[in-house]
């Protein structure tokens, strides 16, 4: 639960310092990572830094068994220009902080890094950027474009009238800008004028944003059910009951808030909010709370 769930919080909505949280480790850890990758450059002068070389993801490192790297390179940049991390980690901020919003911490944490694998495994299976046409491994990938694609996809799909600022001064509805950074990776990829960017990654954190958003997927509600099932598998089909002598309880922690009790703490606010203001002074975040709310309550009904 949030600070600005509890009951003297509630009806002020969150704040920078209050929102946004996981959003802000992501770009805290791509910045350490961008700074590791300048201080261990190569002494004789080369291009690429040893903790580069061992993180970037390459398709022949992977398929001989270094997995990591399907996640590792969303967290590298190019140091030859800062504009490259810079961009990201906007897009980021910009769009990742209301989507963290709605899907809650936990869930957004994983969907990021899901959606950064899947752009890692659809660059190392597609065929222009495999080993077998660059035998001389020279095909590699490092950025967080990838997932901040997915985020940036899903945004536009809950805030589709939401106006951005392109430049700082071109008013553009998110859902065009969305859409023409998505037929650009789509054209490059179909033309071959990729301009040296991994667009098959940007495209499957798009593809798959999509899906996620029209089948209402939960990535933590498929670990709790793989996590169920393993348990179900590993327990002892028969267990001997023996008398012991009674111990002092131990004194356990809380049990975690699930996201569905997150969910109820964020729509009580929104609903004193609507209670005091009425529904004309709801942001769009907190719209969108009450519309997944709505959603949530449908299915239990059913």
Known sequence: MGIYDRDYYRGQGPSFMDRGQVCKWLIAINVVCFILEIVTGRPEGGRQSLFTDALVLRADAVLHGEVWRLLTYAFLHDTSSIWHIVFNMAFLWWFGSDVEDIYGAREFLALYLLTAILGGVAFVLTPELSVHRFPEASAQCLGASGAVMAVMVLCALHFPSRIILLFFFLPVPIWLFVAFEVAQDAFGLFSGNTRGTAVTVHLAGAA?????????????????EVRNFIQQWTRPRLRIYREEPRQPAPVTAPPEIDEEDQLEAKLDAVLAKVARTGQSSLTESERQILKRASEVYRRRRM
Do not use: L, P, Q, T
């Not at 209402?216 to 670990?223: S, Y």
């Open 208 to 224: 798959f944003a999509f899906v996620y958003y029209k089948r209402h997927w939960r990535i933590m509600g498929w670990w709790n």
